[in-house]
Each structure stands twice: as C-alpha cells, then as structure tokens.
C-alpha cells in the first residue's frame, strides 16, 4: 500500500515528533466519519468530540499533509472576500451573521493552543503592507467596515509607523491586527490532532476515502476498509479529487509557493521584523513572510492556477524575498515547497450539505488558517440541530469558473494578470 511522507517542507523537519497511526485495516462504526485531516476535518473532529460525538477521521497521507501543513502560518481575520462583498451579495440578516464570524477563527486557534497546550510558535500581530495609495484607502476603510463588527485591535500605519515594524521600503503605510499573528502551522495540526486523540477519537493515516456509499445509513470505503458512520463530512479540500463529483465543478486547485531561508540570527532576523508580525501586502497576488520560531525568513506568494507544480520554486520567489529585502541576496534558501488551497470564483467558502447525512466545507480561495477553523465549529453545531451559523455560510451563492473545466485556468490567469496589473500601475 502507498505511503505517502510529507513534502520535503521546512514544516516536516521542524515537525514535533509524533506516533506512527495506523491504516485502516477493518470496518468500524462511528457516529461522524471526517474526510481529511486538515484543520477543517481536525477542527470539525475536536468541536463534534467536545460534544459527545463518537468520530474515525481518514486521512490519505498524513495528518497536516494538505495545505494545512504547509501554508505561511498566518493568522489572517476575515474571509478571502471582505464581508462589504458579502453585504453586497446577500441579505442584511445573514451579512450580519457572517460578519460577526469573521473574527472567531483567530479566538478558536488561540484556545485550542491553551486548552490542548499545542507548541506551534504562536506569535501576536499580522501586518496588511499597502504599496499604493489606493491600496492604503482600501485598508482604511476595512477598518471601518471591521470595526463595524467589532472588530477593535486595529492599528492604521503611516510610512514612518510601518517602517518601526518592517524593514522593507517599499510600503507607504499599513494596517496592524493585533489579533492576527502566527503559528508553525504543521506542529498546529499536530497538536490538534493529539487533542482529537486525547478525547477519544480515531485518526487513520495513509487511508484515503476511495468511495462513498450514500443513503440513509452511508459507508466510506478505503482501500482496506470501511466506516459506517450516521453522518460524514468531506474535508479534503484541494486535495480530495473527484470523490465527490458535485464538489469540484464550482471550485479549482491551485498552488502557491513558499521558501525558508537558512536561519538569519537574532540580529538579522529582528532588523527585518523587529516586533516578530507577519507581513502580507494588499497586491492581488500578494506576498506574505514572517519570521520562524528559529528565525529563519518564511516566504510565500505566487498563485499557479490549476494547481501544477513549478519546475523551480527558488526561482520564482526568491526574486520577490529579494525585492522586499534586497539585504538578504547572500543568504541561502534551505527549503522550498508548493501547496495546493481551493478557489472558488467568489472567494467565498463552499459550504453545504449533500442529502441529509453529508455535509462539506472547502475552498476558502487563499485565506483559510482562521476560517477553517470555524469551520469545524459552524460543521459540529449543524449536526447537533443548529444549523442557522451553518446555512448563513450553506446560501451564499457559488458559480462555475468561466470557461468551465477546459478553460477555466487560462481565464483565471488572465484575470490575475490583469488584477496584477491593476496592482503595479496603481488603479
Ligand atoms: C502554500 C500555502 C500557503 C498558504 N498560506 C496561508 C496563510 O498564511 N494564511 C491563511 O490563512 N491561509 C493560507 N493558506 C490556505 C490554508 O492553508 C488553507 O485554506 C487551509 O489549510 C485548508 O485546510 P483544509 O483542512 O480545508 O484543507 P487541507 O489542509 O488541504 O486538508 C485536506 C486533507 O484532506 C486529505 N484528503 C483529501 N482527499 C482525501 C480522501 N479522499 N480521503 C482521505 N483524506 C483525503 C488530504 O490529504 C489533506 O490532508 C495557504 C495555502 C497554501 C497551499
């Protein structure tokens, strides 16, 4: 049988040492079986415990081995698409509803961190890098609309202000989220992982869900066995293929790239980001770096529509690292590795339920550390009979890519090229 090892990621070095868990090898019977042990799955796994659910999860290859153990490790508030897009979209009840949500992902990783005592390097403050003036406007009336929804810890940022925090030229301003911040994603999807564990839940690696059967009283197959559960909920998100036809014709794969420096030394690394935020700028393809608990420079950006991987990632992003901190050009780049998130056209979750027993949560479009998160939360209160959170998320509208399966890449890459235009000539 196919063991599938993490990719060869700055995160599964530094990983925590963790037990081997076993394939699944035999029919069990569960009350809730989770596909995908990503924080969706994960996080839905530790709500549905916590309230007394029995719960298999199956994972493919390893827990954290999807974007979840891969990602930039910033803690980002909100959605991939603002919540005055959502106003624009839905009605006033359900915006509300929404908007409240925005901000709770980041809450839910904070606790989860204190209450299962997960190492994950969690570090306060995440920085929104304008380089444009209409970029800066934008941030400023994101303020606005976040503050609106309670949303408080906000600090706006002249040039001279962003520059105490981040020591890159190329910024006229920015805005400040105390409440944002960052984590070694991988060692968080451990740490929950063991929390789904200690609470008595079960997770198989290496056993990936290869069919459904649907009806009143549903099975997942994998290749060596099989659950019988009252209720699944499909997590696999970029990842999960076409085990579920209806999930991927709305939504793409996509990857996006990230490096790791060797480790910089406390005095480099604190002349770059002397307070130790993330960074993430407003440009439609945006780059986001932040420092590791070693204090090497994590550095991301990039999107490849349709999710192939590049031949060379260094020399994709290495350029962008260097026009942001052209002082690192003699320091080495130890790792570099791609990861798939999902998109959607709306940059809105997809969120729903397949007859009465099914339920999915996937394509966050780029920003997913906090969402997923709540995810798991809004998932678990729908199968305890409180569905209203869950179908705030289930209406939001969602549409095929233009150009449909054959041509929806070159069209989304089009319309990046054009958005980044957008970004580079400041209108
Ligand atoms: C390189 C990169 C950088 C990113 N940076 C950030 C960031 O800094 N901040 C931020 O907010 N977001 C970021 N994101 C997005 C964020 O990481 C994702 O939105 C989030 O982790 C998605 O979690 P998930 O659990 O839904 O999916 P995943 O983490 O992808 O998990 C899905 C899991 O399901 C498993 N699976 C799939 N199919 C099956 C099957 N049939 N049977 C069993 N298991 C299956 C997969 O193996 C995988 O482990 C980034 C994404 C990438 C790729």
Known sequence: ????????????????????????????????????????????ALFLLESGFKVTVLEAAKVGFGASGRNGGQIVNSYSRDIDVIERTVGPKQAQLLGHMAFEGGR??????????????????GVFAALTAKQMGHLESQKR?????????LELMDQKRIREVVDCDQYIGGMLDMSGG??????????????????????????PAIRIERGANPV?????????????????NAYLGGLV???????????????????????????????????????YLLDYYRLTGDKRLIFGGGV????????????????????????????????????????????????????????????????????????????????RGQAERFDAFAELPHYPFPGGQLLRVPFSALGAWYYSLRDRLGF
């Open 1 to 44: 049988m196919a063991n599938t090892p993490y990719p060869q990621s700055y995160y599964a070095a530094s990983a925590n040492p963790v037990p081997p868990r076993p394939a699944l090898q035999e029919e069990v019977q569960t009350d809730v079986c989770v596909i995908g042990a990503g924080y969706t799955g994960l996080s839905s």
């Open 108 to 125: 839910i990783i904070r606790e989860r961190v204190a209450k299962y005592n997960i190492q994950c390097d969690l570090k306060d403050g």
């Open 145 to 153: 609309l976040w503050e609106r929804f309670g949303h408080t810890q």
């Open 182 to 207: 960052h984590i070694h994603p991988l060692n968080l999807a451990l740490g929950e992982a063991a929390a789904v564990e200690s609470l008595g839940g079960k997770i198989y690696e290496q056993s």
């Open 220 to 236: 997942v197959h994998t290749p060596q066995g099989k659950v019988r559960a009252k209720f699944i909920i499909v997590a696999g």
């Open 245 to 283: 036809p209806e999930l991927a014709a709305k939504s793409m794969p996509c990857g996006t790239q990230v490096i790791t420096t060797e480790p910089l030394g406390e005095d480099l690394a604190r002349s770059l980001l002397p307070q130790d935020y993330c960074v993430e700028d407003c440009n």
């Open 304 to 383: 490849v529509y349709g999710a192939r991987d590049p031949a060379n990632i260094e020399a994709i992003i290495r350029p962008k690292m260097l026009k942001a901190f052209p002082q690192l050009k003699d320091v080495k780049i130890d790792y570099a590795w791609t990861g798939n998130f999902l998109l959607t056209l709306s940059r809105l979750p997809q969120v729903g339920r397949l007859g009465d027993n099914i339920y999915y949560s996937q394509g966050c479009s780029g920003h997913g550390v906090t969402y997923t998160h709540l995810a798991g939360k809004v998932l678990a209160e729908a199968l």
